[in-house]
T-cell receptor, first 109, second 114 residues
Framework: QKEVEQNSGPLSVPEGAIASLNCTYSDRVSQSFFWYRQYSGKSPELIMSIYSNGDKEDGRFTAQLNKASQYVSLLIRDSQPSDSATYLC?????????FGAGTRLTVKP | EAGVAQSPRYKIIEKRQSVAFWCNPISGHATLYWYQQILGQGPKLLIQFQNNGVVDDSQLPKDRFSAERLKGVDSTLKIQPAKLEDSAVYLCASNWAGAADTQYFGPGTRLTVL
């Protein structure tokens, strides 16, 4: 069974802080990794994708991948109230996409 | 570029009734996905099409769910008969090149089964 695990939260951080979101996955042949943001009542939208070990930065967002530990994370720097949402980790292995249950993030002004 | 279109946006039915959802992907996207998202959970893939062929339907409850994409463009997902546990948001997504590529989601259809 291919599993993608995330802490459900809620994770609460003050405005301007760094939010750290974590995800582990069970399938060692996983090839591509995605972070989606989902506002309440809305559909998921892509934040970051990462395919190789290491860090990938895009503005205030950094995705980190460690395939040996089967771990992927998302850091949000200078968190804003508008970042308050559920963050979904998605993992693709052999054309089979699996989503975690999501971590709910609240950024307090 | 127009996004993924879905209809209806909301549907309320009674258990044992039938319901159908429609999805029109982004123009040119060969791959189309249907997901079920139950409140508080992540999306669960029901079926993946590549053009008009099924790539993966391993998690589709085939005794009651069916889907088709006859001309390789738009798609319909049907539930017959519906159960209470089918209450969820049904999301359609599409992309160019399969699960390794970014998926673009439609607004979803919120189904309530009473």
């Amino acid at each position: 069974q291919k599993e993608v695990e995330q802490n459900s939260g809620p994770l609460s951080v003050p405005e301007g802080a760094i939010a750290s979101l974590n995800c582990t996955y069970s399938d060692r042949v996983s090839q591509s990794f995605f972070w989606y943001r989902q506002y309440s009542g809305k559909s998921p939208e892509l934040i970051m994708s990462i395919y190789s070990n290491g860090d990938k930065e895009d503005g205030r967002f950094t995705a980190q991948l460690n395939k040996a530990s089967q771990y992927v994370s998302l850091l949000i720097r200078d968190s804003q109230p508008s970042d308050s949402a559920t963050y979904l980790c998605a993992v693709n292995a052999d054309n089979d996409m699996r989503f975690g249950a999501g971590t709910r993030l609240t950024v307090k002004p | 570029e127009a996004g993924v279109a879905q209809s209806p946006r909301y549907k309320i039915i009674e258990k044992r009734q039938s319901v159908a959802f429609w999805c029109n992907p982004i123009s040119g996207h060969a791959t189309l996905y249907w997901y079920q998202q139950i409140l508080g959970q992540g999306p669960k893939l029901l079926i993946q099409f590549q053009n008009n062929g099924v790539v993966d339907d391993s998690q589709l409850p085939k005794d009651r769910f069916s889907a088709e994409r006859l001309k390789g463009v738009d798609s319909t997902l049907k539930i017959q008969p519906a159960k209470l546990e089918d209450s969820a948001v049904y999301l359609c997504a599409s992309n160019w090149a399969g699960a390794a590529d970014t998926q673009y989601f439609g607004p979803g259809t919120r189904l309530t089964v009473l």
